[in-house]
């Protein structure tokens, strides 16, 4: 029994495992399942008597199960445990809540980002096309852009005259003249 005691029950379920693949009838399983058995016997130093005295020692008494977990008390505990579970519950329905919120905002942000992307694909064909009318319109020649410049050259041109015209009638007006003496006009 002394033995059994230095086991790690998780190391006896490893070693009931593989000795359970040594006896299956598949000879690749049983042969990868024996080189195991022996390399985890020589890493942990154990020899074949051990192993057969474990054996022995387990047989008459397996090592005890893990013990399960103890419920709550009735009587005076299950006040307390009465309380803690409708705590749970009141935790619970305000988890609840607070996930269908969280869901209902979700949704309202997926239809939002979904009516953006829709005004975005609107703007973005608006702009292809407002881009496509400009390059057509500078691609063609613009006859009035021409006429536009023969226009401003006339009417630069008459203006530039009739300036001129206004500055020699001025420069006449304020030409003194020679004074017409009596003697002269008779």
Excluded: C, W
């Excluded at 029994?1 to 070693?15: N, Q, T, V």
């Excluded at 309202?108 to 973005?124: C, K, N």
């Excluded at 613009?142 to 500055?167: E, H, N, Y």
Aim: without cysteine; charged residues 20%; positive net charge.
């Amino acid at each position: 029994m002394a033995m059994s005691d230095k086991f790690d029950p998780k190391e006896l379920k490893i070693l009931s495992d593989i000795l359970a693949l040594v006896l299956e009838e598949h000879p690749g399983q049983s042969a990868n399942a024996l080189d195991a058995l022996r390399n985890r016997a020589r890493r942990n130093g154990t020899t074949g008597g051990a192993l057969k005295n474990l054996f022995t020692a387990i047989a008459p008494s397996p090592p005890p199960r893990a013990q399960p977990r103890p419920r709550a008390p009735r009587g005076a505990g299950a006040a307390a445990s009465a309380t803690e579970m409708q705590a749970a519950r009141v935790r619970i329905s305000q988890l609840t809540e607070s996930l269908n919120r969280l869901d209902i905002d979700l949704r309202h942000a997926r239809a939002r980002a979904e009516e953006l992307r829709s005004q975005l694909y609107l703007t973005q064909q608006a702009r292809a096309e407002t881009q496509a009318a400009l390059s057509v319109m500078q691609a063609r020649p613009m006859p009035r852009r021409r006429s536009i410049v023969v226009l401003a050259f006339a009417v630069g041109a008459l203006a530039g005259i009739a300036g001129m015209a206004g500055m020699e009638f001025l420069h006449a007006l304020d030409t003194p003249t020679a004074p017409y003496s009596a003697t002269a006009l008779k």
